[in-house]
């Protein structure tokens, strides 16, 4: 399956901001789906994942609360939505999919920046 990201883009802080992935291929719903992203200087980290077919989610306790993962298998499109964004929220988020227990299909990643 061959991902890319769209949304990115500077934001101030307390703002909010929606990502897409859109997934090629016909066998999008198999694929649980997962949010990454990573800051300057700092390792790539979890965001948020949800499972094929958007009934359970699971987030980082850094963004709980203020992402919301969802996904439309009609549209082989999953969505990434931040609010209050904080500085520390800055980085390249990717979207990755796998059926397995480990991401196998990324993105190219999308730049979002907020400053304070």
């Known amino acids: 399956v061959q991902l890319q990201a769209f949304g990115g883009g500077l934001v101030q802080a307390g703002a909010s901001l929606g990502l897409s992935c859109a997934a090629s291929?016909?066998?999008?719903?198999?694929?649980?789906m997962g949010w990454f992203r990573q800051a300057p200087g700092k390792e790539r980290e979890f965001v948020a994942s949800?499972?094929?077919?958007?009934?359970?989610?699971d987030y980082a306790d850094s963004v709980k609360g203020r992402f919301t993962i969802s996904r439309d298998n009609a549209k082989n499109t999953v969505y990434l939505q931040m609010h209050s964004l904080k500085p520390e929220d800055t980085g390249v988020y990717y979207c990755?999919?796998?059926?397995?227990?480990?991401?196998?299909?990324w993105g190219q990643g999308t730049l979002v920046t907020v400053s304070s």
């Open positions: 990755a999919a796998r059926n397995g227990t480990v991401y196998n299909y």
């Open positions: 949800v499972m094929r077919m958007n009934i359970f989610a």
């Open positions: 291929g016909r066998t999008f719903s198999s694929y649980r």
